[in-house]
T-cell receptor, first 116, second 116 residues
């Protein structure tokens, strides 16, 4: 089955710097890659996603890139702010034979701390 | 906005007790999911449901069962709670139809269960 590796597990940056979180997946048939942000005491919330027919997607200060050949995708946060501090999860979804969609497989998470 | 609510934020139970965790979504979503979240392990899928009265095992179903009698409600049941089931439990829902954004999962705030 699909396996998702996420690095680093913790990341500390100064306010204003950029942060990059990387994930790799094992099954080349995966076709959907969302990123979730989980703030303290809350459930994860989708912040951006990318599908396998696109190489890059941007939404204000966050962007996601996908390299299908290497089977990895990354989250980029520019001009980080203290409110970006949270745990971030990547996920991958396998497209099964016959076209049905599999479930999301999550990475283990990255705790991002942005120091003022 | 999609709202996913969970019946309790914190729950303390004793070993051997039967435990019910309730989840309700208000957006007529087809799919509902139960995950557990543990430090260093990320989110792991316990059970999911694609329709009323339908249920399918996820990656770690042992020791759990579920019930979906109504479309908006998905219950997780621990028949006989054990200490290794102490965890954060997250419920999620998604639209489930073949349209854009149908696969976005919306999470509830979580229930932190402690089994003594």
């Amino acid at each position: 089955g699909e396996n998702v590796e996420q690095h680093p597990s913790t990341l500390s940056v100064q306010e204003g710097d950029s942060a990059v979180i990387k994930c790799t997946y094992s099954d080349s048939a995966s076709n959907y890659f969302p990123w979730y942000k989980q703030e303290l005491g809350k459930g994860p919330q989708l912040i951006i996603d990318i599908r396998s027919n696109v190489g890059e997607k941007k939404d204000q200060r966050i962007a996601v890139t996908l390299n299908k050949t290497a089977k990895h995708f990354s989250l980029h946060i520019t001009e980080t702010q203290p409110e970006d501090s949270a745990v971030y999860f990547c996920a991958a979804r396998l497209r099964k034979h016959g076209g049905s969609q599999g479930n999301l497989i999550f990475g283990k998470g990255t705790k991002l701390s942005v120091k003022p | 906005d999609v709202k996913v609510t969970q019946s309790s934020r914190y729950l303390v139970k004793r070993t051997g007790e039967k435990v019910f965790l309730e989840c309700v979504q208000d957006m007529d979503h087809e799919n509902m999911f139960w995950y557990r979240q543990d430090p260093g392990l990320g989110l792991r899928l316990i059970y999911f449901s694609y329709d009323v009265k339908m249920k399918e095992k996820g990656d770690i179903p042992e020791g759990y069962s579920v019930s979906r009698e109504k479309k908006e409600r998905f219950s997780l049941i621990l028949e006989s709670a054990s200490t290794n089931q102490t965890s954060m439990y997250l419920c999620a829902s998604s639209l489930g139809l073949a349209v854009v954004r149908a696969d976005t999962q919306y999470f509830g705030p979580g229930t932190r269960l402690t089994v003594l």
